[in-house]
T-cell receptor
Framework: EDKVVQSPLSLVVHEGDTVTLNCSYEVTNFRSLLWYKQEKKAPTFLFMLTSSGIEKKSGRLSSILDKKELSSILNITATQTGDSAIYLCAVEGTQGGSEKLVFGKGTKLTVNP | GAGVSQSPRYKVAKRGQDVALRCDPISGHVSLFWYQQALGQGPEFLTYFQNEAQLDKSGLPSDRFFAERPEGSVSTLKIQRTQQEDSAVYLC????????????FGPGTRLTVT
């Protein structure tokens, strides 16, 4: 059964700190790994990773995939209070022809001023 | 439309009632997904449509759950004889075509069964 594990489950930091969020996975026929940010309701897309070792970057956020270790990290530098959210990691396999995403439980990040 | 929309945003149902949750995907998106998110958990897959065809319903928790997308656009998730364990946020997502990785999520419907 496909599985995604995120750590830590929650994290409290001060503005300006750098954080690293972890995601490990087991999936049949891996296709991609995605990171989402969920503030209130709808998860919003951050990154999609398919190739190992290639860093994706958007402003203060960056992410990289390690297919050998079946894991990914999401880094946020110079955190701001607006970064407070739940960060979800999801993987997509191609089992049974479905493109469903399997999500982890998320990491709840709180950034204090 | 500009994004995925869902209605109602909130629904309170008494145990045993039937409910219907609506999803309007982004116009032209072929793939549509339903997820259930319990408090403190990540979203869990329920079912997947490609146009009007329901290709995967392996995540539906019981035969009380039924989903349809008759014309390949709007989708409805119906829950019959609701139970307290059905209380959750129901998220709909769409993607442009099969094989497009990015799924765009709607705001969800928060269902509370009393």
């Amino acid at each position: 059964e496909d599985k995604v594990v995120q750590s830590p489950l929650s994290l409290v930091v001060h503005e300006g700190d750098t954080v690293t969020l972890n995601c490990s996975y087991e999936v049949t026929n891996f296709r991609s790994l995605l990171w989402y940010k969920q503030e209130k309701k709808a998860p919003t897309f951050l990154f999609m990773l398919t190739s190992s070792g290639i860093e994706k970057k958007s402003g203060r956020l960056s992410s990289i995939l390690d297919k050998k270790e079946l894991s990914s990290i999401l880094n946020i530098t110079a955190t701001q209070t607006g970064d407070s959210a739940i960060y979800l990691c999801a993987v997509e396999g191609t089992q049974g022809g479905s493109e469903k995403l399997v999500f982890g439980k998320g990491t709840k990040l709180t950034v204090n001023p | 439309g500009a994004g995925v929309s869902q209605s109602p945003r909130y629904k309170v149902a008494k145990r045993g009632q039937d409910v219907a949750l609506r999803c309007d995907p982004i116009s032209g998106h072929v793939s549509l997904f339903w997820y259930q998110q319990a408090l403190g958990q990540g979203p869990e897959f329920l079912t997947y449509f490609q146009n009007e065809a329901q290709l995967d319903k392996s995540g539906l928790p019981s035969d009380r759950f039924f989903a349809e997308r008759p014309e390949g656009s709007v989708s409805t998730l119906k829950i019959q004889r609701t139970q307290q364990e059905d209380s959750a946020v129901y998220l709909c997502a769409s993607s442009l075509w099969p094989g497009a990785y990015e799924q765009y999520f709607g705001p969800g419907t928060r269902l509370t069964v009393t």
